[in-house]
C-alpha cells in the first residue's frame, strides 16, 4: 500500500504546498532518472494548488543518475574515491582535532544555507558552538536577505519578511514592487497581485522589463525603469515628493514613529528632476508615482533583492521603509511592508543560530541574558559559548589564510557558483587542509571537497521550514532514502560523538524542534507554543508564538518591537562612491535568476526539462549597445572586468536598459557570474554587491572559437 505525503516544494520561501505519491517501489528499485513519487498541487494559501516548472519537475531528483550514493573521500591520488560512512566519519572527524589542536577552535569554520530545515538549521549552530567551539559560522542567507533583515531589525526591531499573511495581498489596490521578478522566481505568487492589476495600481521598479514589469500592461499598472543601481535615490525622490506634497500620514507618523524631522532634511535635496538626471525615471513619472501610494486605498511597498543586494543595501531597504512608514502602511490594516524572502528556509534559517552572531530565537549571541538561557537548555555554562564570529565573506577571506581558517565544513551551499569573486573563494577553499561538504549531487563546491557526505533529499525526511511569512510549516517524509546517504542530523550527532562532545545531539527531527522550541523561548523568534502535531492539523503557526498564544499573523498592529513600541525613520544619503560608474566602452553588469532555474543551478541543472530549456548562460543587452559593440544576435562574447572572464553567447532585447547587460547566477565554472562580481559589502549588513558591476562586453571572433575548441577538445 502507498500512502501520500503533504509537504512543500523544496526550492523558494513560498513554499508551494504539494502532495507526493510514492510509484511503484519495484520499478524503482535502482539508481534511474524516473521520479520515485507523483507531484501534485497542493491547495495553500500561498499557491491555491498551482506549481512553477520547478516545482513539478522537483521529484526528478531524488532518483537522478547523478546522486550521491556513498561517501567519497580524497585519496593520496587526489582522487575522490568511495569509502564506508565510519571511515568517512573518522577522517573528518581526526582531521578536525588535529586542526583544532593545533591552531584553535577558531580555525574551523561552517558554512550553511538557507535551504536547510529548521531542526538543522539550529542543530548546525549548536554543532558549530559547543562540539567544535568555533565562532566561525556563517549561512548563505548573507547574500540573500541580510540587508533586508538588518533595514528591518534597525526600523521596527524585528526582521520577518513579511508582517503578515500573503493572501491580505488579495486585497491590495497599490502595490509597489521593488528589484523582484516573482513571476519568474516564485510564480504561483503573482495570483495575489490580481487586484492591484485590476484596480491599475501594480507598480515594477525595475531595469529590465521582466516577466513581472509585463504584468502593468494594459493598464494594469507601471514599469518604472531607473538606471542600474540608483533604486536609493529614486526612493529619496519619492519620500521628498511626498513630503513637499503632504501626502504624510501625519497622524500616523506623529503617533507611530519617531525621526521625521531628520528624514525630511535628508531628503530635501533629491528634488524630482533631480532625481530623473540621476535615474533616468521622469520628474512626472515619480510625482505620479507617490500620488499613487499615496491615494488612501490599501498599499503594500514590497523589496527584493534588487535593491538590497549592494554596497549599500540597507540603505536602500531603509529608504523603501521610511516611505512605507510616511505613508502610515506597516500595521494597518489591508496595507503593509514586506520584503520577499529568495530561499526555501531563508527566514528559518537566520533565527536559529547559522548567522555568525546569533543564538536560537533570533537572541544575539553577545548578551549575556541570551547566553544563559540557550546555555541552560543546552546544558552548558555560559562561559563555554564563544562570541561574536564574522560575516561570510569576512569568513571566506579567512579560508587558508595566517592564522586563519584551515577547515570548512559546508551545508546547503555550493560557494564556487553562488559567492561573490569566485576566482577567490576557489582559491580560498584549495588552500584548505580539510574541506567536508554535505550534498545531494557532486557540485562545483563539493567537487573540490576532501571529503563528501551524501544526504538526505526533501522528500526523504522530517522537519519543518518558514515561509516568507513567516509561517511554521511542515515537511514530510514521503519515501525512504537510498541506503548509501544519511540525514544531517545524523551525521551531526555522530561526529559530535567522535569530538566527545556530551552535549545532546538528537537525530529524530521532533525532538530537536522541541529543543529549538525551549531555546527560542522569550526571544525575538520565539517558536515554544508550536509544536509538530499541531502543524499536522494544519493550524496556522505565524510566529512569535510563545508558549499559550495563537501566534501572530500580522505584526505591528498596535506597536512595533522597540521598547517604546515606536518604528524608527532612519535617514539615510546617497554615497557617490558607493558603485564604480561605468567608463567609456564599459557597462554595468545586472546579475539575476531564470524561471527554470534555481540558486546556484546544483539542482535545477540536473532536471532535462529544465537544462533544455535554458542550458547555458546568455548576456541579454539592448540592441543599440549590441550595435555599439559590433555584437550581433547570438554571437559569443566575452564580459569580463578585473575579476574574472564569462564566456557565453548573446541574445539582443529591447527589455533592458542601453547601459546594462544580464547574466543570469545559475551556471558554474566559465559561465559563473559571479567571476565578476565584487565581494566589497555593505558595512552594515555585509551583504556584497551582487547586482550593480563594471564590466567590458566584446565579440569573440570565429578565429578564437577554433582555437579555443581546438585547445579544451569541445566542439565549437
Known amino acids: 500500500m502507498t500512502h501520500s505525503a503533504d509537504t512543500h516544494c523544496p526550492y523558494c520561501a513560498l513554499q508551494c504546498a504539494m502532495t507526493l505519491t510514492p510509484t511503484d517501489a519495484a520499478a524503482h528499485a535502482t539508481h534511474e532518472a524516473t521520479a520515485p513519487v507523483v507531484v501534485a498541487g497542493r491547495d495553500f494559501p500561498t499557491n491555491r494548488g498551482g506549481l512553477c516548472k520547478k516545482g513539478w ?60 530545515t529548521n531542526e538543522k538549521s539550529y542543530l548546525l549552530g549548536k554543532f558549530a558552538r559547543l562540539a567544535l567551539g568555533t565562532s566561525r559560522i556563517d549561512y548563505n542567507g548573507r547574500y540573500c536577505m541580510s540587508s533586508a533583515a538588518a533595514a528591518g531589525n534597525r526600523a521596527f526591531g524585528v526582521d520577518r519578511g513579511l508582517p503578515f499573511p500573503l493572501e491580505d495581498l488579495d486585497g491590495a489596490e497599490t502595490i509597489l514592487l521593488l528589484g523582484t521578478n516573482p513571476a519568474e522566481t516564485m510564480p504561483p505568487f503573482i495570483g495575489h497581485l490580481a487586484g492591484a492589476q485590476a484596480a491599475g495600481g501594480l507598480v515594477v521598479v525595475d531595469p529590465r522589463r521582466t516577466a513581472t514589469a509585463r504584468l502593468t500592461d494594459d493598464g494594469r499598472g507601471l514599469h518604472v525603469q531607473p538606471a542600474p543601481g540608483t533604486d536609493l535615490p529614486l526612493l529619496l525622490g519619492l519620500i521628498h515628493v511626498v513630503i513637499a506634497e503632504r501626502l504624510v500620514d501625519l497622524e500616523y507618523v506623529e503617533h507611530r514613529t519617531v525621526g521625521f524631522d531628520r528624514v525630511r532634511r535628508s531628503v530635501a535635496a533629491w528634488w ?69 524572502t529568495g530561499q526555501g528556509n531563508g527566514q528559518g534559517g537566520r533565527e536559529h543560530g547559522q548567522k555568525c552572531d546569533q543564538l536560537p530565537g533570533y537572541r544575539k549571541i553577545a548578551d549575556p541574558e541570551a547566553r544563559a538561557h540557550v546555555a541552560r537548555v543546552w546544558g552548558v555554562d555560559p562561559a563555554v559559548l564563544p562570541g561574536p564570529g564574522v560575516p561570510a565573506i569576512e569568513l571566506l577571506k579567512l579560508l587558508g589564510a595566517p592564522g586563519g581558517v584551515r ?30 561538504v554535505c550534498d545531494f549531487f557532486l557540485s562545483e563546491t563539493a567537487a573540490l571537497a576532501d571529503v563528501v557526505l551524501p544526504i538526505t533529499q526533501w522528500a526523504e525526511e522530517e522537519g519543518t521550514m518558514t515561509s516568507l511569512e513567516g509561517r511554521v510549516i511542515r515537511r514530510r517524509r514521503a519515501i525512504t532514502p537510498p541506503s548509501g546517504v544519511r540525514d544531517e542530523l545524523w551525521i551531526l550527532h555522530e561526529l559530535a560523538e567522535r569530538l566527545d562532545c556530551t552535549a545532546a545531539f ?56 522597540h521598547p ?42 540536473r532536471v532535462p526539462e529544465l537544462l533544455d530549456a535554458q ?102
Open 564 to 605: 517604546d513600541g515606536l518604528a524608527r525613520l532612519v535617514p539615510v544619503t546617497v554615497r557617490e562612491t558607493a558603485r564604480p560608474v561605468p567608463g567609456h566602452g564599459e557597462v554595468t553588469l545586472v546579475t539575476g535568476r531564470l524561471l527554470e532555474h534555481y540558486q546556484s543551478g546544483a539542482q535545477t541543472r
Open 57 to 116: 519537475t522537483s521529484a526528478e531528483l531524488l532518483r537522478a543518475p547523478s546522486r550521491l550514493g556513498a561517501p567519497l573521500v580524497r585519496g593520496a591520488d587526489g582522487v575522490l574515491h568511495e569509502t564506508s560512512w565510519d571511515e568517512a566519519l573518522d577522517v573528518v572527524a581526526a582531521s578536525l582535532r588535529g586542526i583544532r589542536s593545533s591552531h584553535g577552535a577558531d580555525a574551523v569554520g561552517v558554512f550553511g544555507g538557507g535551504g536547510l
Open 506 to 561: 538528537d537525530t529524530d527531527p521532533e525532538a530537536v524542534f522541541e529543543e529549538l522550541r525551549l531555546a527560542s523561548e522569550g526571544g525575538i523568534a520565539d517558536y515554544s507554543g508550536i509544536d509538530y502535531e499541531m502543524l499536522d492539523r494544519g493550524d496556522a503557526a505565524y510566529w512569535p508564538f510563545p508558549r499559550g498564544s495563537r501566534g501572530t499573523p500580522r505584526l505591528f498592529a498596535d506597536r512595533f518591537a
Open 615 to 716: 542550458p547555458a548562460a546568455v548576456a541579454s543587452m539592448h540592441p543599440a549597445t549590441a550595435l555599439r559593440l559590433g555584437i550581433d544576435d547570438g554571437d559569443e562574447i566575452e564580459v569580463a572586468n578585473h575579476r574574472g572572464v564569462v564566456r557565453c553567447r548573446a541574445r539582443h532585447t529591447p527589455d533592458i536598459r542601453p547601459e546594462a547587460v544580464f547574466l543570469p547566477f545559475h551556471y558554474g565554472d566559465g559561465q559563473a557570474a559571479n567571476l565578476l562580481t565584487s565581494d566589497e559589502v555593505d558595512p552594515i549588513s555585509s551583504m556584497p554587491e551582487f547586482k550593480t558591476n563594471v564590466v567590458r562586453v566584446r565579440r569573440i571572433s570565429p578565429a578564437e572559437v577554433v582555437a579555443r575548441a581546438e585547445e579544451t577538445g569541445v566542439p565549437a
Open 407 to 436: 577547515a570548512l565544513m559546508v551545508h546547503g551551499s555550493n560557494l564556487v557558483v553562488s559567492s561573490p569573486n569566485v576566482r577567490e573563494v576557489r582559491a580560498g577553499l584549495e588552500r584548505l587542509d580539510l574541506l567536508v
Open 272 to 340: 524630482p528632476e533631480r532625481v530623473q538626471s540621476v535615474t533616468g525615471v521622469a520628474a512626472l513619472t515619480l510625482k505620479r508615482l507617490a500620488r499613487r501610494l499615496a491615494s488612501g486605498g490599501r498599499t503594500y511597498v514590497l523589496t527584493g533583492r534588487g535593491v538590497e543586494q549592494h554596497v549599500d543595501g540597507t540603505d536602500t531597504a531603509t529608504a523603501a521603509i521610511n516611505l512605507a512608514l510616511l505613508l502610515g502602511l506597516p500595521g494597518r490594516a489591508g496595507s503593509g511592508y514586506g520584503t520577499l
